[in-house]
């Protein structure tokens, strides 16, 4: 690389004009037409620039590139660069042969010098007033390793100056960056690599020169963005990196580019430190200073903003970061805006600006009206699919955006925020308008708000939104009802975000007129609900009561908008609130404005009137009920809350004054006309209401002064000074005794409520004894039963408050009044403690007498006089007590140690109470368990902490249960449930059989159950005793008698007229009413009980005899096979008998149980399909008795049994003989269990082929026990076993030579000493059953010999005889052997 001064040839299009500033040479811009206007951004053409750019587009080329600054440099793809200024008047055109197109152009500091990059790798700096190069950086050529510059070929992508100097400038390609220094004195370059190898280059930027002079611009700092990282490098006083860092992942491409789908890009922009000067306000003082040096960058999707400070240690400069944000497109392009604005573009050219501080993000527009074409300089160089570059087209100078697209130059800026508000109201969007601006206010736009000083902002925003409120009222004064609300809400928003409600109550409402004030009030309504408008003038006021007064729909809401209102006296007409009030019966609002006027009592008098006039109509809200608003206004008064907001009344002061004058006005005892009214709407609630004041600390505040009666006013006595509790009790003291009658019900509620606080809060209650007396006797002659139970506790506390001399004198009185705790109270103290228990049986209700036994333990539990007169009051009140509970009973005389015989003895002449007591004792209810065992226990968490606890289950089985009574309690039990209740008598059997010692005897339990005829019981006890013949002849009995009265309903339902013996049915019979149907089907319910019970009599016997059978079985073979038959013959007879029993009576063509002449009625039809399925039941459980291997039953026994004719008619539950029919599913079942035998016994023999055949080698160790494997095709490399007599092949294998092979190394791992006996290996003709055996015969065809032997004897030849000692043979080879004959080994026998 060199560097020169070449000259050039300018050409000077015209001449040049004096220099002015910025802002003079583009006034034109913001006048000019705009040609894309979004509500954030404005785009207009240059139309001189444009119209320019066609004269330059003709002259040398197509614009490439551009630089903005005091004047606008345009490169054109012959390389000429051209100079203007804004309204498109060339001053230099400098031409530089054939360096290529223009890829990059930048202005120095001061617009001296004009630094260019070629698309050929040519760089130049220009001295573009005198129209001649300074320097000239060329490219370097392939075969030159030496020099320094860029390759040649490649477009320069990026130049641009180092801070304020005009001759240090750096210049980027793809692929490297250089660093340039123009020696002023001998006019050369020094040039220096910054990046080389860094990657594919997307952009390089220089720090600039701005207003403040730091020490990053001292570094002269320069950032590189490349595909893979950022760096920033200092350039003074040498060359050093001062910031990297490494991206994790290509931006979109690289390595990953296959699976992203993006292309790359990045873009780095630097913002010169500034200086700032704030004027001072009146609440900041003015300040001084400036900015630091920024650096924008993005890559991919990430934007994020640096910051250059300088180190603490030396003067090196470090970079902090200041922000991340992540993008929803790549950027491809970024550039500061403003100080704290950064603007990026996207892939598909969308504009957003980002505020650094707030870090909000605002899409402001999409590109110019004609798309933005950018150089692919980084896919022409390298190949890969990056994004184009827009830095050539796009600059940003002084907050505006210029853009070079479609041969026409655009310039974009932000619109001001007045701007932004003047645009909505040139397009007539008033409420859009008005609403932006409370966001202004408010601060709650979201978007970026340009030209808004941070000081005084509502002042300024206040003072132009008033213009435009009244504009939009001008121009919308003819508007629809829909707009014109929309514009009432506006303007209320705004003014409430202003604090300025001026203009809101002023020109706003007068400009809703009478016929449209309801818009403007409906649009105050929600602003007045939430807080934000606390008070309305007086004309706004009143016009509100007026337009909601008159319409019922608005009266709720009226009446929630004055409630929220601060309402003072003086700002609206009080009277005409209050007369709206009353008018719509809005009393909530009506005791709202009373309070808020300082004065709580004046709204009682008139709710308490209006809730007790007759004829007053209803009110349309439930709560604004009069009786509704006035219990809650107390409440909240009395208790210093603001009513209905419930808030505490500030200050505090006035709340307890506020209560003080309520209180005072209801409870002074001279006048307790207000109290009575109260009591009559709702005593109740009064008192509910007084026990939430009394719960209230603040009661403690207030302090009523009663005034003496006569005498001084002015005079204050000590006396005279009461408290809250203090003035209710006197005054309803003074109400229950006063001459009025009140009703006796509220005689004693109020009599129970005062003497109850008095006795809570005593000694700060005071009461004279005579005035305690007399109201005593009030709760005692009260005649009124709701109320017993308050004045019994108001009794109590006085008794227990002020015990009387004599407990005696007190039982007459309380027993007259019902008091019965008061009684047992009294007997306790005078130690009569049966008496005390007795209290609890007289008392009315079930739970107050439960509660006996909680008192028989508390007393079991203390002196020994207690004890006794617990055991006494069980004794003689067994009978009461079991009625009212058992189990508790029982409890209670186990914790005070009573002799249960006695209790037993006491309830003799009772035996339901008898028998109750008894269950209670040795039979009692299982305790309730939840549903889910494995739920946790309860274990005392919290329900934060979840933690599941499940029990371990016991392992050990459960103790054998233990009997703590005596027999003859469970023998008397047993007795008194065969009497009262049979059906309990099996469940409590089963359950206490096992006990230890043996709670009965079974000749008792049988002897019972026979008296009673407890059929479950006896048929139990006979199983127990082991007479299962007895057991089921027990249950036969009980089939036979409940199968008469089946046999009675269905006859008893034959239509009239038909005779019993007539041969011919009818089909009509008389209609089941439900009422018999039921009957019927309990009566068969019945009967399929019983069926059950006998077949479980069966299994029983089956079960029991069959495990006897083998611990009771004689030693020899004859007694063993004799004992055999024994049991045998019992299950059968046992068997038989119960299917006899079905078969008779219950089949469904049997005549005995519907007889001859019964007609197919609905009774018979239903009998008949009950005893198919009696009968199914019993068949079922027979064959699966008999299906078991080691079962004792013989189904053929029993079917030749059934079906003899001399047995059926010997049996007394049969009167025909049976035929084969009847029985034929049990035939069936038994044909298909000999079959399932069969099929069994075939797979076995399969299944033993398959194991013999498959590993024959390992039956055998050696050869010497009798197998020869022969060689019987060596070309077929087949090997077989042959027999040992004649010598002929057993089997082929025409398996791998590998596999017999495995088959001989596994012959030594069979077991020794086989115990086999001799096996006859029978072949199936079924080939189902022969699918091993089959796959090895498909190899005999190969061997003729065995072949033709098997066409003469089939099944003889296909059999073949294992010797327990290992020797093999045909069947076929032995006489004795085909006989069927069981010698011994030929070979063994040494037999020729």
């Known amino acids: 690389m060199d560097s020169d001064t070449e000259p050039s040839t300018p050409r000077s299009i015209l001449e040049p004009t004096p220099e002015s500033e910025y802002e003079n040479r583009i006034a034109n811009l913001d006048s000019a037409p705009s040609q894309y206007t979004t509500e954030f951004f404005s785009w207009r053409q240059l139309a001189d620039m444009t119209a320019q750019l066609s004269e330059l587009t003709e002259k040398y080329g197509a614009v490439t590139a551009q630089a903005i600054g005091n004047y606008v440099a345009l490169g054109t793809e012959s390389g000429t660069v051209v100079v203007t200024d ?5 001053k230099a055109a400098l031409a530089a042969g054939a360096y290529g197109a223009v890829s990059a152009l930048a202005f120095s500091a001061k617009d001296h010098a004009l630094v260019a990059g070629y698309t050929q790798g040519f760089v130049a700096v220009w001295d573009w007033v005198r129209g001649t190069t300074v320097a000239v950086s060329r490219p370097l050529l392939q075969s030159d390793d030496t020099g320094v510059g860029h390759p040649a070929g490649l477009a320069i992508g990026s130049v641009g100056f180092i801070g304020s100097s005009r001759h240090r400038f750096i210049s980027a390609s793809t692929v490297v960056l250089y660093h340039h220094i123009v020696q002023r004195v001998l006019t050369t370059m020094h040039t220096v690599a910054l990046s080389e190898g860094s990657g594919v280059l997307f952009e390089a930027a220089a720090l600039s020169d701005g207003s403040h002079t730091s020490a990053a611009e001292d570094s002269g700092l320069v950032a590189i963005m490349s595909d893979a990282q950022l760096k920033v490098v200092a350039t003074r006083p040498k060359i050093e990196q001062v910031f990297a860092t490494r991206f994790s992942e290509p931006a979109g491409g690289g390595q990953k580019r296959t699976v992203q789908k993006r292309a790359y890009s990045g ?17 900041d003082p003015a300040e001084r200073g400036h900015t630091l040096s920024k650096l924008a960058f993005a890559w991919g999707t990430r934007i994020g903003v640096l910051q250059a400070v300088d180190s603490d240690k030396d003067i090196r400069v470090e970079m902090d970061r200041v922000m991340e944000w992540e993008a929803a497109e790549d950027v491809v392009l970024c550039r500061w805006l403003d100080t704290d604005a950064v603007l990026f573009m996207t892939r598909t050219q969308r504009i957003f600006v980002l505020e650094v501080a707030q870090q909000q993000e605002t899409e402001i527009c999409t590109a110019p009206p004609r798309r933005i074409f950018g150089q692919p300089w980084a896919t022409l160089a390298t190949g890969i699919e990056a994004e184009p570059s827009y830095s050539a087209a796009v600059c940003v100078y002084r907050r505006r955006v210029f853009a070079l697209c479609g041969g026409a130059e655009f310039v974009g800026r932000l619109l001001t925020w007045t701007e932004r508000l003047q645009l909505l109201a040139e397009q007539h969007q008033y409420p859009t308008a008005i609403t932006l601006a409370a966001g202004f206010a408010l601060e709650r736009t979201g978007h970026i708000v340009v030209g808004l000083p941070s000081t005084q902002r509502n002042k300024v925003i206040s003072a132009y939104v008033t213009t435009l409120v009244r504009r939009a009222l001008s121009e919308k004064a003819a508007a629809g009802t829909e707009e014109q609300r929309a514009l009432a809400m506006a303007c209320t928003e705004v003014s409430v975000a202003l604090e300025d409600t001026q203009t809101l109550f002023s020109d706003v409402f007068e400009h809703y007129a009478d016929e449209e004030r309801l818009v403007f009030l409906e649009a105050l309504e929600p602003f007045v609900l939430n807080g934000q408008l606390t008070r309305l003038p007086p004309q706004v006021l009143n016009a509100l009561v007026a337009e909601y007064g008159t319409s019922l729909a608005h009266v709720r809401r009226l009446g929630d908008m004055l409630a929220a209102l601060g309402l003072h006296p003086g700002e609206f007409d009080v009277d005409f609130v209050l007369g709206s009030c009353r008018r719509h019966r809005l009393w909530r609002t009506f005791a709202r404005v009373w309070l808020g006027m300082g004065d709580p009592v004046a709204p009682l008098d008139a709710i308490i009137s209006a809730a007790t006039r007759d004829g007053e109509s209803v009110s349309l809200v439930t709560d604004e009920e009069p009786d509704v608003v006035v219990f809650a206004y107390l409440d909240m008064v009395l208790r210093g809350r603001s009513y209905p907001s419930e808030q505490p009344i500030k200050p505090s002061e006035r709340a307890e004054r506020f209560a003080t004058l309520v209180a005072r006005y209801i409870f002074v005892p001279e006048d307790l006309s207000t109290l009575r009214a109260l009591l009559q709407l709702g005593m109740e609630r009064l008192l509910d209401v007084l026990r939430h004041v009394l719960g209230d600390p603040f009661i403690g505040n207030i302090s009523i002064i009663m005034k003496p009666h006569g005498g001084d006013r002015a005079l204050r006595r000590a006396s005279l000074v009461k408290t809250l509790p203090q003035a209710i009790v006197d005054a309803l003291y003074s109400l229950t005794m006063s001459p009025d009658a009140l009703p006796p019900r509220q005689v004693g509620l109020l009599s129970s409520f005062a003497l109850t606080l008095y006795a809570t809060r005593f000694p700060l209650i005071y009461l004279a004894d005579a005035a305690v007396t007399e109201w005593t006797r009030v709760l005692l002659h009260v005649d009124d039963a709701s109320t017993r139970n308050e004045r019994e506790s108001a009794f109590e506390l006085l008794v227990r408050l002020n015990p009387p001399q004599s407990y005696a004198d007190l039982i007459g009185p309380a027993r007259g009044a019902g008091f019965y705790r008061v009684l047992e109270h009294a007997y306790r103290m005078l130690e009569h403690y049966e008496s005390a228990l007795r209290t609890f049986l007289e008392r009315p209700h079930a739970a107050q007498r439960r509660a006996v036994f909680a008192a028989m333990h508390e007393l079991a539990a203390g002196r020994e006089r207690a004890r006794e007169g617990v055991s006494s009051f069980a004794v003689n009140c067994a009978v009461e007590l079991v009625e009212v509970d058992a189990d508790s009973f029982v409890e209670a005389v186990e914790a005070a140690s009573i002799d249960h015989s006695c209790i037993v003895d006491a309830l003799g002449p009772h035996p339901p109470l008898q028998m109750a007591y008894l269950r209670a004792l040795l039979d009692p209810l299982p305790a309730l368990r939840p549903t889910d065992e494995r739920s946790p ?25 233990t009997n703590r009574f005596p027999q003859a309690f469970h023998e008397r039990y047993l007795e008194l449930l065969c009497s009262h209740s049979p059906s309990g008598v099996l469940p409590y059997l089963k359950r206490h059989a ?22 479950d019981g006896l048929v139990w006890a006979l199983l127990r005793l082991g007479d299962f013949d007895g057991a089921l002849k027990t249950v036969l009995q009980q089939i036979d008698r409940d199968t008469e009265p089946v046999r009675k309903a269905v006859q008893g339902l034959q239509p009239e007229g038909t005779e019993a013996d007539s041969t011919e049915t009818n089909s009509t019979g008389k209609a089941l009413s439900e009422p018999d149907r039921e009957r019927l089907v309990d009566q068969l319910n019945g009967i399929q009980h019983n069926i059950d019970s006998g077949v479980r009599v069966c299994k029983t016997a089956q079960a029991t005899l069959s495990k006897d059978a083998g611990s009771r079985l004689p030693n020899t073979e004859a007694g063993a096979a004799e004992y055999r038959s024994q049991v045998s013959l019992q299950l059968c007879d046992l068997w038989l008998a119960l299917l006899r029993c079905a078969l008779g009576h219950l089949h469904a063509t049997n005549r005995t149980l ?3 002449g019964v007609s197919s009625n609905a009774a018979a039809m239903l009998v008949s399909k009950r005893q198919r399925w009696m009968l199914q039941s019993v068949l079922d459980a027979l064959i699966f008795a008999a299906s078991s291997a080691s079962s004792f039953i013989s189904l053929r026994s029993i079917i030749q049994q059934l079906l003899d004719t001399a047995d059926v008619k010997a049996s007394p539950h049969a009167a025909r003989s049976l035929e084969i029919a009847e029985v034929q599913h049990l035939l069936a079942v038994s044909v298909n269990a000999y079959k399932s035998e069969a099929q069994l016994m075939a797979l076995t023999n399969v299944l033993v082929d398959y194991d013999l055949f498959s590993k024959f080698a390992l039956l055998v160790r050696s050869q010497k026990q009798g197998w020869r494997v022969v060689d019987a095709q060596p070309s077929a490399h087949s090997l077989s076993v042959a027999c040992d007599k004649c010598h002929d092949p057993l089997f082929a294998d025409s398996r791998q030579d590998r596999a017999l092979a495995d088959l001989r190394a596994q012959m030594s791992e069979y077991y020794e000493g086989s115990t086999l006996r001799v096996l006859d290996l029978h072949v199936f003709e079924d080939r189902s059953t022969q699918w091993q055996w089959m796959k090895l015969r498909s190899s005999f065809a190969a061997n003729s010999t065995y072949s033709v032997r098997s066409r003469r004897n ?20 032995s006489p004795a052997l085909a006989a069927g004959q069981l010698p011994e080994c030929k070979l063994c026998a040494k037999e020729p």
């Open 994 to 1015: 096992d006990s230890s010692p043996e709670p009965f005897r079974l000749a008792v339990v049988q002897d019972a159950c026979r008296r009673h005829n407890v059929g």
């Open 1154 to 1156: 519907l007889p001859s």
């Open 937 to 961: 226990p309860d274990i005392g968490l919290s329900a934060e902490q979840h933690i599941v606890v499940y029990p371990l289950q016991q392992l050990a089985p459960d103790p054998q249960p």
């Open 267 to 283: 873009s780095v922009s630097w913002l010169p430190a500034q200086r700032f000067r704030r004027a001072a306000t009146a609440t």
């Open 86 to 90: 804004y309204l498109g008047r060339a």
């Open 1354 to 1373: 089939s099944i003889a030849r296909e059999q073949v005889v294992l010797f327990k000692c290992g020797h093999c043979f045909h069947r076929r080879c």
